[in-house]
Nanobody, 121 residues
Framework: QVQPVQAGGGSVQAGGSLTLSCVVSSYTSGTYCMGWFRQTPGKARGGIAAIDSDGRTRYADSVRGRFTISLDAAKNTLYLQMNTMKSEDTAMYYC???????????????WGQGTQVTVFS
């Protein structure tokens, strides 16, 4: 499996927007579940958004209504559009892909390399 390759991230003022991308070359045909996760120091990595091969999307309560996950299958690229960002969105963000979702988020086979997102006041 080819490791997903992430791009985007950086620093943004509170209330602003950022877009993350993740090239996922192995899973855009057949059954898949892809998602975005984030992690802060000392805490476990947690799922925030997911999309499956039926096109269903799911979000953690903390980001619902502000973040949007999407997949451009022609470009083999997963996106996370983040709007109305808050300081508590500051974290390392990872894309993760797998063949299946658990109840909400992917059972991850491959992780992206991670990208830092910092939201400042």
């Amino acid at each position: 499996q080819v490791q997903p390759v992430q791009a985007g991230g950086g620093s943004v003022q509170a209330g602003g927007s950022l877009t993350l991308s993740c090239v996922v070359s192995s899973y855009t045909s057949g059954t898949y579940c892809m998602g975005w996760f984030r992690q802060t120091p000392g805490k476990a990595r947690g799922g925030i958004a997911a999309i499956d091969s039926d096109g269903r999307t799911r979000y953690a309560d903390s980001v619902r209504g502000r973040f949007t996950i999407s997949l451009d299958a022609a470009k083999n690229t997963l996106y996370l559009q983040m709007n109305t960002m808050k300081s508590e969105d500051t974290a390392m963000y990872y894309c993760g892909i797998g063949e299946y979702c658990d109840n909400v988020f992917p059972v991850v086979d491959s992780w992206g390399q991670g990208t830092q997102v910092t939201v400042f006041s």
